[in-house]
């Protein structure tokens, strides 16, 4: 037996966001997630829940009078940087930094979503 699911990665961020069901839609729409569980609270919000983003597992939650929202820095690596950066804006992102080439291997840009999360996105160009 393992000391951990099938198919998770060691390590999962875990994101407490103001409107989780809005930031898995997003997710979904601009990074092909999977919603793999979902435990939702008596109160209609989301207690708990994890998304499969190519080999990750990414773990989020609603915030709670427990659990403030917490503003968070997410780096993804993705096929077209580009083409993730519009469907991000398409989605409703805002513009942190258009996909720039810049002193490393990766063309890098910035989005931030509606729940508060910065998700730098990045294609390995060299």
């Known amino acids: 037996m393992s000391y951990k699911p099938n198919n998770y990665t060691t390590v999962s961020p875990y994101l407490i966001v103001d409107g989780a069901d809005a930031t898995i839609q997003f997710l979904t729409r601009v990074f092909d997630a999977e919603e793999i569980r979902r435990f939702p609270g008596n109160n209609g919000k989301i207690m708990h829940s994890e998304v499969k983003i190519d ?41 942190v930094q258009e996909p720039v080439k810049k002193d490393d291997p990766d063309k890098r840009g910035g989005i931030k979503d509606a729940g508060g999360t910065t998700w730098w996105i990045a294609t390995k160009v060299e």
Do not use: Q
Not at 74 to 86: C, F, K, M, P, S
């Open 55 to 95: 080999d990750s597992v990414l773990m989020l939650a609603d915030k709670s009078d427990d659990w403030p929202p917490m503003p968070a820095y997410v780096h993804i690596y993705v096929r077209d940087v580009d083409a993730t950066y519009r469907r991000a804006l398409e989605a409703g992102a805002e513009p």
